[in-house]
Nanobody, 132 residues
């Protein structure tokens, strides 16, 4: 099981930026494959379903692919963080609709894309509030 901890949530005005960071305890390893991890960011607003926002697949810390939900394409980026075993979600041009609890998740791979089924371990969440 991988331990995850999010940080960086807070309040920001419409049009502003915020960076969320997720620290993970370790990647997934087995006897046949290199150290790998698929990291995802999800969000859930009150009364709404959880939505996959972005994911990144890392092998030995190097990015193999990443993708984003249509709702955040062109505004959010996901990348390995500067600190070891971290992944950052850079959020720009924030809108009121981006207000939600944001969760970090991990899995050994992402066989189901941005579906929560791709991920086995979850963080506790960090709140993002965008106000006008």
């Amino acid at each position: 099981q991988v331990q995850l901890e999010e940080s960086g949530g807070g309040s920001v005005q419409v049009g502003g930026s915020l960076t969320l960071s997720c620290a993970y305890s370790s990647a997934y390893n087995d006897s046949t494959t290199d150290s790998r991890i698929c990291m995802g960011w999800f969000r859930q607003a009150p009364g709404k379903e959880r939505e996959g926002v972005a994911r990144i697949y890392l092998i030995r810390g190097k990015t193999k692919f990443r993708d984003f939900a249509e709702s955040v394409k062109g505004r959010f980026t996901i990348s390995p963080g500067n600190a070891e075993n971290t992944v950052d979600l850079q959020m720009n041009s924030l809108k009121g609709d981006d207000t939600a609890m944001y969760y970090c998740a991990s899995g050994s791979q992402c066989p189901y894309g941005l579906s929560s089924r791709s991920f086995t371990d979850w963080g506790q969440g960090t709140q993002v509030t965008v106000s006008s």
